[in-house]
């Protein structure tokens, strides 16, 4: 249920390989958009959806290759793959209703508490969230730092040795409210936010988050590059 009470025909959408395997790593993006455009400059795009070329497609498309790469040679563990729908269903800044929490994340809050494989764990999970913007920034997201910190830094750790430091600086971030959040305080699994921060812009996000600017234009190779091989060094040195 969104935060005015609306239903919403939410669906997450999740795959997995060698699912016998007990030794699981999940992988998780969220695929959906947010329907309102209420960080734009201009006021009358408030009410009009984004297409979220970055803040969504952009982890959904890289979990897409690594699925393929996964495909073509078997990992030593077992890999789930969770699109999570509905996280950036929150409210909006225009709202003027009554202020409710947990209105964000709402496909992995759904997950969380009815997981597709009864009593579901992983050793530990990694997010993407905004992957692929050209000169992003993957500080360390403090929520993930607290909680996942031995795999933060084996992340980071891996992207500083394939020579993708200047992608993940080995500096803090801050706290940021994503899906990680709910599976590690639903399913007790630590999980890694690798989100774009911005500490020299107001949102922490870029100038083109929630806005008609997300687009195609802004999207980098490289940037799409880095995270998924270092998504892959890390999957593939798993045992």
Known sequence: MAYDNTILKARNVIGAYNPESKRRVLLCAHWDSRPY???????TKHHSPILGVNDGASGVGVLLEVARQLQQQAPAIGIDIIFFDAEDYG????????Y????WCLGSQYWGRVPHVDGYNARYGILLDMVGGKNATFYKEQFSQRTAGKYVNKI??????????????????TEVTDDHMYVYNLRQIPCVDII??????????????HTIDDTMDIIDKGTLNAVGQTLLEVIYNEK
Do not use: M, S, V
């Open 196 to 209: 774009n921060y911005d500490p020299n812009c107001d949102t922490g996000f870029g100038d083109f988050w």
């Open 91 to 98: 409210i909006p800044y225009f709202y003027q209703g009554a």
């Open 156 to 173: 980071w750790n891996t992207a500083h040795r394939l020579g993708f430091g200047n992608f993940f600086p080995k500096e803090k971030g």
């Open 100 to 103: 409710k929490n947990d209105t």
């Open 37 to 43: 455009a209420d960080q734009d400059a201009d006021k």
